[in-house]
């Protein structure tokens, strides 16, 4: 390897692949679930707790995390650091939802909807309901949030699993490790998806 270089960088298709056989290995040897489950209280990382929550004290911790920071949610939401109306009529915003909403945009009623928005209106409204609004929807959605992070946490354990075997030793080899991981959690958000 020339010098500088980055070692071997998985594609999110090795990622996905990587995951898949953890997952496999998962279903096949209990002792090696049990330890990504439960943690590993010997060896090299000692881990001495699960690697990943619960999928019930993960939800906890979400709904938790939104009850704790909703006062920061509201006033963040409506202090804005920038101008959002602005910002959802720059062009890159517009060619962000383009893929997703093609035909919507294909007749520019994102731009249109979005030039009738009334900044003050809008604050004035989230305002109104105050921070219980984006708390008790959270709590409202407990099911769905179960739901979610029950399927999703089998996946991130196998990433885990997957990115610990990866070398750290240099500045290079730990950047390479966390690119690994951002392909790893793309690779879930797609399978997710059906992509």
């Known amino acids: 390897m020339a010098e500088n270089a980055l070692p071997f960088l998985p594609s999110i298709e090795d990622m996905a692949l990587a995951i898949e056989a953890t997952m496999q290995v998962m279903a096949e040897e209990p002792e090696f679930r049990k330890e990504l489950e439960e943690g590993r209280p010997s060896g090299n990382p000692i881990q001495l707790g699960p690697r990943l929550p619960s999928a019930s004290d993960w939800t906890e911790l979400q709904i938790k995390g939104a009850r704790d920071n909703a006062a920061k949610w509201l006033a963040r939401t409506t202090r804005p650091k920038k101008n959002f109306k602005e910002e959802a009529l720059k062009e890159t915003s517009r060619a962000r939802y383009r893929t997703s909403m093609e035909q919507v945009l294909a007749k520019d009623l ?57 070398p750290v030793g240099t500045d290079t080899e730990r950047e390479a490790k966390m690119i690994a991981n951002k392909r790893g959690l793309q690779a879930i958000g797609l399978a997710r998806r059906g992509a």
């Open 110 to 166: 994102w731009a249109g909807g979005m030039a009738l928005v009334d900044e003050s209106e809008t604050i004035a409204t989230i305002q109104a309901g105050g921070a219980a609004v984006y708390t008790s929807g959270v709590e409202r959605r407990r099911a769905k949030i179960q739901r979610r992070v029950t399927e999703l946490r089998e996946a991130r354990l196998a990433l885990c699993s997957t990115i610990d075997g990866m």
